[in-house]
């Protein structure tokens, strides 16, 4: 049997956990107590010799063995991201059928005097109503930025369900358009 540093001698083998990571990959992962239902049956009932330590582990054990090293060797799990839905930053024009929410965002830069910047103005048109809110920030930063589509969206006398800006405004559709998703 192997033994740990400190002498003991360690119940589950390097083998168990081979055994359980090949057991996993076959099963799809399921949760420990499915999977110890699995090794109890495959022991007790099939009489796969192999399982018989195995039959015997708890839940919470079972656990702290898909989370050792000799596990995640075997068994490299990775879960993929799950997009969602939105529809906020898009560089398509909304279809807002008629429901007003659906706001055309547009920055413009007045321009530089003698070197020194000059402010960006923020227009937000609802692509319906036509309402439209003007606000004008020193620079295009988070910083400046939160406060004005806060108050933006706070503004508009019906809920935003919706956001697009046009090709210009980049910095719009890919950092605000995050915490449009916030705020939203």
């Known amino acids: 049997r192997q033994r740990t540093l400190k002498g003991f001698s360690r119940k589950y083998t390097e083998e168990d956990i081979r055994l359980l990571a090949q057991t ?37 054990h079972l656990y702290n063995l898909r989370r050792s090293a000799t596990y995640r060797n075997v068994r490299a799990y990775f879960d993929k991201t799950r997009p969602k839905a939105s529809s906020i930053g898009e560089r398509r024009k909304p279809q807002p059928q008629g429901r007003p929410g659906y706001l055309r965002v547009d920055t413009v830069h007045q321009g530089d005097l003698d070197g020194i910047k000059g402010v960006y103005h923020i227009n937000a048109v609802d692509e319906v109503t036509q309402i439209q809110i003007a606000c004008s920030v020193e620079k295009i930063s988070e910083h400046y930025l939160i406060p004005i589509l806060e108050m933006q969206i706070r503004d508009f006398p019906f809920v935003v369900l919706g956001f697009h800006s046009d090709n210009g405004s980049e910095y719009i559709n890919k950092r605000v358009a995050a915490l449009l998703d916030k705020l939203l």
């Open 24 to 60: 996993d990959e076959i099963h799809g992962n399921l949760s420990g107590p499915a999977i110890k239902k699995i090794c109890e049956r495959a022991w007790k009932i099939f009489g796969e010799t192999k399982y018989e330590r195995l039959a015997g582990i708890s839940v919470s």
